[in-house]
């Protein structure tokens, strides 16, 4: 029923506007694709690259991690020694990921 309405309201004012919308989306789809081979681009790349790359973009809670008390007091002992903070130290797991299995698993390019 509405796609009846949305047509006469197209024939009313000659189906420009619904084409040209067509024409725009097209030439966006084409201009976005690529003929790049992800899995291969992150293959091709070392294990900082990878992980320089796999850190960038918009940041949020994955996971949230639990442990024991006397883990959660090494990871703090953990970070006063090295001078970071208790993420810090956490983020390290992804450098420990990425060497073991970063090129497994391709970035999107």
Request: aromatic share 8%; net charge positive.
């Amino acid at each position: 029923m509405a796609q009846a309405i949305n047509a006469k309201a197209q024939q009313k004012r000659g189906g420009t506007r619904r084409a040209g919308s067509r024409r725009a989306e097209d030439f966006v789809a084409k201009s976005e694709r690529h003929d790049i081979d992800a899995a291969a681009q992150t293959r091709a790349m070392d294990t900082t690259a990878r992980a320089i790359a796999r850190a960038e973009g918009i940041v949020f809670t994955i996971y949230t991690l639990r442990g024991t008390e006397q883990q959660k007091e090494l990871v703090r002992y953990a970070a006063k020694r090295e001078k970071k903070s208790m993420q810090q130290i956490y983020e390290e797991i992804f450098d420990i990921l990425e060497e073991r299995y970063g090129a497994e698993v391709p970035l999107d390019f």
